[in-house]
């Protein structure tokens, strides 16, 4: 009772505002040393030339094609990756069946495994003298490794746990009432599905999907591996970079770094737009 | 959202038992979403990783150890955990202090600041190297004033802890930051009352209760600071001996068909940052049950 009542009383003593005041800038400054500098340099320099230069370097062939093929394989890898890991969270959650806890530690393997590391089993298992890869070959004739399917598939690798994180906790918290009163109804599974479980999860799914379609920009070492760095047919965007600061081309490399760069930022700035509107929904 | 992703721990509360979960279908519509989920699964993730295994010891264990001990292995292995652990104490420091200062201070522009932490997640490793070289290069901003004090961070290993302290930033912030909202200020203010100085509430009262946090935020800093290779062959330029890590180890075995090298080293790296991340992750579900 007395000890509320001072605690009422007496002001919580405030550290002086000297010590709040050097512990700000001391983050601040690691902030601005370590983070917004070097992504203000990319800035500065790929529009040196104006815009005019930077749009003769992205147009140039290999570098559009570059970029072309990065955005219609990650768009790609986002298409397959939203279809099976919504899949998956669903079966996940909803589904009892042997081995689930197994199942649910591996999909978390990807973020622990170097994507260096990804790359170099995807060859392994799909280069062209291993078994999988020239039965691929011969009697489908795709070719996967050194093509565009082997970066799809490093991608879907790459980035399958993001929508299952994503929509699997939404999954477990929702309530279930109004799926069990369609059903009491007459409504087909499917259509429950389509109709009440859907709706709840479209923002989960579509910030898991931005998230990955981000991440999948940007890979490069799972890449390099599986897809080589083959101009006009298998470099992506991050091995163009590679290859022009390799040979000095700091222009190019600045320009595409600049579109990948703006990419990235406007994924993530509409990832925290959706998670905030999934907390007010939520 | 992103911290869901990437942190394991906040994941699955699985339903108890009494309230099982129950999809809907027919049982053989769930037999077949099930087994399309582990086919998927052991295609896409199993298969891949039972490869590598296999083809490592295609030659034998004995193979494996020998190619795990020539000499630019060792080496590189060495310098892939040096950066590691320069990279874990600094972020240990700073990562707690800027976590605090996202919770607990008020100032302008903290929203903008909590929103550009994640960048690194989205930025493409290439890009970030490539910024650092823009900095510090032979060209680059900085090189005036690092050639008068004859500093060298490009193609050394200076530069390569940088690139890998800007792709592992988020982690310990990521992790920390719901920590000390959770916590709330009433303990603080408590210590504050009886008299405690700031520092003092920090190391006896805030910072205790952060160590859970912290570890694990470190060791996730730690295991994809040991993954880290576009940014650290950009900037460091994977000269062998000197600035070459495990991975870009891997990278340049590959290249010259030295294919037990890669592969040993490949299983090696890539066992160790999976016992990492679900050792902890065990740890730390173990510690709270």
């Known amino acids: 009772m007395s000890l509320t009542s001072i605690n009422q009383q007496v002001k919580p003593v ?16 690691y902030l601005i040393v370590f983070l917004i500098i070097p992504i203000l340099v990319i800035f500065q320099d790929g529009l040196k030339e104006g815009l005019s230069g930077l ?14 093929l990065t955005l219609w394989t990650s768009a790609m890898m986002t298409v397959i990756n939203t279809f099976m890991g919504t899949l998956t969270a669903y079966v996940m959650v909803r589904y009892v069946f042997p081995g689930k806890n197994l199942l649910n530690a591996i999909i978390d393997l990807p973020l622990a495994i170097p994507t260096l590391v990804t790359g170099v089993m995807l060859v392994i298992m799909f280069g062209p003298q291993e078994a999988l890869g020239s039965w691929f070959n011969s009697n489908l004739g795709i070719s996967i490794i ?137 | 959202m992103i911290e869901k992703l990437f942190f394991l721990n906040k994941r699955e509360k699985f339903y108890p038992e009494a309230e099982k979960p129950q999809g809907r279908g027919t049982i053989w519509a769930r037999r077949i979403l099930i087994f399309v989920v582990i086919a998927y699964i ?36 060495w310098m892939t955990f040096w950066i590691a652990i320069v990279v874990i104490i600094v972020h240990g420091f700073f990562g707690t202090v800027v976590s605090w200062v996202l919770v607990r201070d008020r100032f302008i522009g903290r929203g903008f600041l909590n929103g ?70 009433n303990q603080e203010q408590a210590a504050a009352t009886l008299g405690a100085s700031g520092f003092q509430t920090f190391w006896r009262v805030t910072l205790p209760s952060l160590r859970p946090g912290i570890i694990y935020g470190l060791t996730l800093t730690f295991a994809r ?30 290249d010259d068909r030295q294919y037990i090298s890669a592969y040993s080293a490949g299983l090696l790296l890539g066992l160790f940052s999976i016992v990492l991340v679900l050792g902890i992750d065990w740890l730390r579900r173990r510690a709270e049950n």
């Open chain 1, 14 to 29: 405030k550290s002086t505002p000297w010590g709040r005041y050097s512990i700000r800038s001391l983050a601040l400054t």
């Open chain 1, 146 to 282: 050194f093509a565009p399917p082997g970066i799809i598939l490093a991608l879907l690798f790459i980035t399958f746990p993001f929508i299952v994180r994503s929509v699997q906790p939404v999954l477990l918290e929702m309530d279930r009432a109004q799926e069990d009163a369609a059903a009491t109804l007459g409504a087909s599974s499917w259509s429950i599905f389509w109709n009440i479980t859907r709706p709840y999860l479209t923002l989960p799914i579509a910030s898991g999907a931005l998230l990955s379609f981000a991440r999948a920009i940007g890979e490069f070492g799972a890449i390099v591996i599986v897809a080589g760095n083959i101009p006009l047919l298998s470099q992506t965007a991050a091995v163009y970079v590679y290859g022009q600061v390799e040979s000095e081309n700091r222009l190019g490399a600045s320009a595409v770094s600049l579109v990948m760069m703006a990419i990235a930022f406007s994924s993530i700035i509409f990832v925290n737009y959706l998670q905030k509107k999934s907390k007010r929904v939520g």
């Open chain 2, 225 to 254: 600071a040991l993954g880290e290779f576009g940014a650290v062959l950009v900037i460091g330029g994977g000269i062998i001996g000197r600035t070459e890590t495990l991975t870009i180890f891997i990278f340049r075995a590959l």
């Open chain 2, 116 to 185: 550009l932490i994640d960048i690194p997640f989205a930025v493409s490793p290439v890009v970030v190297g490539y910024m650092l070289l823009l900095l510090f290069g032979r060209n680059g901003i900085f090189a005036p004033v690092l050639n008068s004090l004859d500093i060298r961070v490009a193609f050394a290993v200076p530069g390569m802890v940088l690139a890998t302290l800007f792709v592992t930033l988020p982690f310990m912030v990521r992790e920390l930051v719901p920590v000390l909202e959770g916590l709330g200020i």
């Open chain 2, 42 to 77: 052991a295609g896409l993730i199993l298969g891949p990783i039972i490869t590598l295994v296999i083809s490592a010891f295609e030659e034998g264990y004995q193979a494996v150890l020998v190619a795990l001990s020539q000499p630019q292995v060792l080496s590189s292995m």
């Open chain 1, 55 to 68: 749009w003769y370097q992205i147009t140039l062939p290999a570098a559009l094609h570059s970029l072309k």
